[in-house]
Protein backbone atom coordinates (compact mmCIF):
# COMPACT_ATOMS: atom_id res chain seq x y z
CA UNK A 1 0.00 0.00 0.00
CA UNK A 2 1.37 3.41 -1.12
CA UNK A 3 -0.20 6.80 -0.26
CA UNK A 4 1.38 9.85 -2.06
CA UNK A 5 -0.17 13.49 -1.15
CA UNK A 6 0.02 16.88 -3.24
CA UNK A 7 -1.08 20.02 -3.05
CA UNK A 8 0.30 21.77 0.14
CA UNK A 9 1.53 24.92 -0.81
CA UNK A 10 2.11 28.33 0.68
CA UNK A 11 -1.14 30.69 0.96
CA UNK A 12 -2.55 33.62 3.02
CA UNK A 13 -4.36 33.68 5.79
CA UNK A 14 -8.24 33.52 4.78
CA UNK A 15 -7.24 31.45 1.69
CA UNK A 16 -7.75 28.55 0.55
CA UNK A 17 -5.61 24.51 -0.25
CA UNK A 18 -7.31 21.41 -1.66
CA UNK A 19 -4.99 18.96 -0.84
CA UNK A 20 -5.08 15.10 -2.22
CA UNK A 21 -3.57 12.00 -1.74
CA UNK A 22 -3.63 8.93 -4.07
CA UNK A 23 -3.64 5.31 -2.79
CA UNK A 24 -2.42 2.13 -4.37
CA UNK A 25 -4.79 0.12 -2.72
CA UNK A 26 -7.77 -2.35 -4.47
CA UNK A 27 -10.22 -1.91 -1.87
CA UNK A 28 -10.04 1.29 -1.73
CA UNK A 29 -13.41 1.94 -0.96
CA UNK A 30 -13.57 -0.47 2.19
CA UNK A 31 -10.79 1.68 3.68
CA UNK A 32 -10.80 4.57 6.65
CA UNK A 33 -9.08 7.24 5.85
CA UNK A 34 -7.56 9.95 7.51
CA UNK A 35 -5.97 13.88 7.96
CA UNK A 36 -3.09 14.93 10.09
CA UNK A 37 -1.04 17.33 10.66
CA UNK A 38 2.20 17.93 12.29
CA UNK A 39 3.92 21.61 12.87
CA UNK A 40 7.92 21.93 13.97
CA UNK A 41 8.25 20.63 18.13
CA UNK A 42 4.58 19.51 18.03
CA UNK A 43 2.87 16.11 18.26
CA UNK A 44 1.35 14.71 15.32
CA UNK A 45 -2.93 15.60 15.57
CA UNK A 46 -6.21 14.66 14.24
CA UNK A 47 -7.46 16.99 11.50
CA UNK A 48 -10.14 14.79 9.71
CA UNK A 49 -11.38 11.61 8.67
CA UNK A 50 -13.61 9.63 6.05
CA UNK A 51 -14.67 6.31 6.55
CA UNK A 52 -15.92 3.41 4.61
CA UNK A 53 -19.50 4.62 4.85
CA UNK A 54 -18.79 7.86 3.99
CA UNK A 55 -19.35 9.35 7.54
CA UNK A 56 -16.68 12.39 8.55
CA UNK A 57 -15.18 13.23 11.18
CA UNK A 58 -13.44 16.45 11.88
CA UNK A 59 -11.40 18.17 14.68
CA UNK A 60 -12.96 20.96 16.52
CA UNK A 61 -10.36 23.35 15.38
CA UNK A 62 -11.40 22.23 11.77
CA UNK A 63 -15.06 22.14 12.07
CA UNK A 64 -16.75 24.37 9.27
CA UNK A 65 -13.67 25.64 7.53
CA UNK A 66 -12.06 22.26 6.15
CA UNK A 67 -13.62 19.03 4.29
CA UNK A 68 -12.17 15.34 3.70
CA UNK A 69 -13.94 13.84 0.77
CA UNK A 70 -13.01 10.66 -0.96
CA UNK A 71 -13.47 9.80 -4.79
CA UNK A 72 -13.37 5.64 -4.71
CA UNK A 73 -12.98 5.21 -8.16
CA UNK A 74 -10.17 7.45 -8.24
CA UNK A 75 -8.36 5.88 -5.38
CA UNK A 76 -8.30 9.09 -3.59
CA UNK A 77 -8.71 11.26 -0.51
CA UNK A 78 -9.16 15.03 -0.40
CA UNK A 79 -9.19 17.56 2.11
CA UNK A 80 -10.68 20.91 1.18
CA UNK A 81 -9.21 23.73 3.46
CA UNK A 82 -11.09 26.96 3.69
CA UNK A 83 -10.40 30.29 6.04
CA UNK A 84 -6.99 29.36 6.42
CA UNK A 85 -5.17 30.33 9.66
CA UNK A 86 -1.34 30.90 10.16
CA UNK A 87 -2.08 27.85 13.07
CA UNK A 88 -2.88 25.98 10.49
CA UNK A 89 0.67 25.99 9.02
CA UNK A 90 2.09 22.02 9.30
CA UNK A 91 3.42 19.15 7.21
CA UNK A 92 -0.36 17.54 6.02
CA UNK A 93 -0.40 13.63 6.25
CA UNK A 94 -2.57 11.38 4.50
CA UNK A 95 -3.24 8.28 6.42
CA UNK A 96 -5.39 4.71 5.42
CA UNK A 97 -6.08 1.72 7.80
CA UNK A 98 -8.51 -1.22 6.30
CA UNK A 99 -10.48 -1.31 9.70
CA UNK A 100 -12.90 1.36 11.37
CA UNK A 101 -13.26 2.07 14.95
CA UNK A 102 -13.71 5.05 17.63
CA UNK A 103 -9.84 5.20 17.50
CA UNK A 104 -9.98 7.07 14.24
CA UNK A 105 -8.41 10.04 15.46
CA UNK A 106 -5.68 8.60 17.23
CA UNK A 107 -2.29 8.21 14.12
CA UNK A 108 -1.72 4.62 16.24
CA UNK A 109 -4.91 3.18 14.37
CA UNK A 110 -3.95 3.92 10.99
CA UNK A 111 -1.35 1.08 9.10
CA UNK A 112 -0.49 3.07 6.13
CA UNK A 113 0.33 6.71 6.08
CA UNK A 114 1.84 9.16 2.81
CA UNK A 115 5.10 11.15 2.74
CA UNK A 116 3.56 14.70 4.19
CA UNK A 117 2.85 17.48 1.80
CA UNK A 118 3.65 21.08 3.87
CA UNK A 119 0.97 23.97 4.04
CA UNK A 120 2.22 27.22 5.12
CA UNK A 121 -0.18 30.10 5.79
CA UNK A 122 1.15 33.65 5.89
CA UNK A 123 0.32 36.65 8.23
Known amino acids: VQLQASGGGLVQAGGSLRLSCAAS????????LGWFRQAPGKEREFVAA???????FYADSVKGRFTISRDNAKNTVYLQMNSLKPDDSAVYYC??????????????????WGQGTQVTVSS
Open 95 to 112: AADINYSGTYYRPQFYAY
Open 25 to 32: IRTFGTYT
Open 50 to 56: ASSAVST
